[in-house]
């Protein structure tokens, strides 16, 4: 035991030159983290006119939804959640009914976000029955007396927000950009569900091409709204193997849902109808040249099976849809070994951190490490808050920033990087990997810029 003890030790002196960087250096790069700007690659943000309409905004901000999903974990019943959301209570007796889970759950990310966001945003340090009207009294305040949202954001020296919110535009001002779902026109069991997803287009359905010129027209929409990405969260209803089906087998699929017109299918028999509207919504993304982002990992909510979607699924689509650059969410939680062999073996596949933090840095923080090791610094895209309320979002950017910070900065002092590799590092991980990703600012991910003709390359002498 003691001789292997010495050659591990043996073997990190050798393989990991451990040289402690300078205090200096590392305060450089602090200053580099703490300026960059952020790019935010994925949010739900409601929007401020939305909450100022709200009747009395309280506490719950803080709540919705992933610590209210974390305290139904803990063994809040439904129905009392019920009882606590119910509209024209005083912050202090709504509290008092969430009280007995948020303690259970306060040791968890979800909660740890609320009480940064509840302590830096509006001065109470802890989210407790004594502190909750005050808390409650000041959030409606700032979203009754200005832009809550927008104060927030720019606190946390967030520049670029992609928003995922449906078809609904986002904001003008040129700080959010969009990104679209099309995933209902996939996600099909029944035939009542086709028919409205083509009315909604203006198309009378009454066979496949109608159904597909349906998707062509909402996709055009998308494209009117300038998205910059296409979304799907499909993982959530059924597993990520999509798998090549035949115009002939898709449109089987289609007759059959028009003759049970009442009927509800599972997912074996309509399969190939699935299967082949995300091809073809996969086709549109590809001659748009437009990103996908796609939710991996971990399913919010209770019961889902969270193997349904594993990034490893996804590799047939890669490889058939060269042209389509994929980004895979939240750090697919918990397939992170998974997702770095995937990532690296791709080059169209590239990892996003979104939402990590609110479910474990100390995952995120293991696995930023971990991943450098394997995937290319510029396939990696760490900052998005994946939150409804800003306040999420807040606390997320200044956990980043020190994560980005911890990880780079342990990396340098172990000798692996030097400052300037990671200052190139830190500002590509916060901003400028999602700029290329997304195409904005006039550039372009790595692998698609242009390859330099064999003859411009002069010969060496
Ligand atoms: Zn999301």
Redesign the pocket.
């Known amino acids: 035991m003691m001789f292997r003890s010495v050659l591990i030790l043996i073997w990190i002196a050798v393989v990991l030159p451990v040289s402690a960087a300078e205090p200096e250096a590392l305060d450089v790069l602090r200053r580099t983290v703490d300026k960059c700007p952020l790019f935010d690659t994925?949010?739900?943000l409601s929007p401020i006119t939305d909450l100022q309409g709200r009747d009395k905004l309280d506490f719950r901000l803080l709540f919705e939804p992933y610590v209210v999903d974390t305290m139904r974990s803990a063994g809040m019943p439904m129905a009392l959640y019920e009882q606590a959301i119910q509209p024209g209570l005083e912050a202090k007796e709504r509290f008092r009914l969430f009280a007995p889970y948020w303690e259970a759950s306060r040791n968890t990310a979800a909660a740890r976000l609320a009480e940064i966001a509840a302590r830096d945003l509006y001065g109470v340090p802890r989210i407790d029955v004594d502190s909750i009207q005050l808390l409650s009294r000041r959030m409606n305040k700032a979203y009754k007396q200005g832009d809550a949202i927008e104060k927030a954001l720019k606190q946390a020296g967030i520049e670029r927000v992609v928003l995922?919110m449906g078809s609904k535009p986002p904001p003008a001002g040129g700080r959010f950009l969009h990104a679209e779902r099309f995933e209902e026109f996939v996600h099909v069991h029944d035939y009542g569900h086709m028919q409205r997803m083509a009315s909604a287009q203006g198309v009378k359905l009454g066979d496949l091409d109608d159904y597909l010129n349906a998707l062509d027209k909402a996709f055009a929409g998308g494209l009117a709204r300038r998205m910059v990405a296409v979304?799907s969260?499909l993982g959530y209803h059924r597993p990520l193997d999509y798998r090549p089906a035949s115009k002939v087998a898709a449109a089987q699929v289609f007759a059959m849902l028009k003759k049970h017109e009442d009927k509800d299918f599972p997912l074996k028999a309509v399969r190939p109808l699935q299967d082949f509207m995300m091809f073809h919504l996969l086709g549109l993304s590809q001659k748009h040249k437009l990103p996908v982002q796609i939710?991996t990992g971990l399913l919010t909510g209770s019961g889902k099976p969270v193997a349904r979607s594993n990034p490893a699924l996804l590799t047939g689509l890669f490889d058939r849809f060269p042209g389509v650059d994929f980004c895979l969410?939240h750090g697919s939680y918990p397939f992170g070994g998974q997702l770095a062999v995937v990532v690296k073996n791709h080059a169209n596949a590239y990892l996003d951190l979104?939402?990590l933090l609110g479910l474990s840095p100390s995952y995120a923080a293991r696995y930023l490490d971990e991943w450098l090791d394997l995937v290319p610094g510029n396939k990696i895209l760490a900052f998005g808050g994946?939150a409804i309320h800003v306040e999420w979002t807040y606390a997320q950017a200044g956990m980043m920033r020190e994560l980005v910070f911890q990880v780079l900065s342990g990396r340098m002092r172990r000798g692996l990087l030097d400052l300037e590799q990671a200052q190139r590092l830190a500002k590509g991980l916060l901003r400028d990997n999602a700029r290329a990703f997304f195409r904005v600012d006039g550039l372009l991910p790595l692998h698609r810029r242009p390859v330099p003709k064999l003859n411009a390359i002069k010969p060496a002498k």
């Open positions: 994925h949010e739900h995922d979304k969260a939710h969410l979104s939402w994946d």
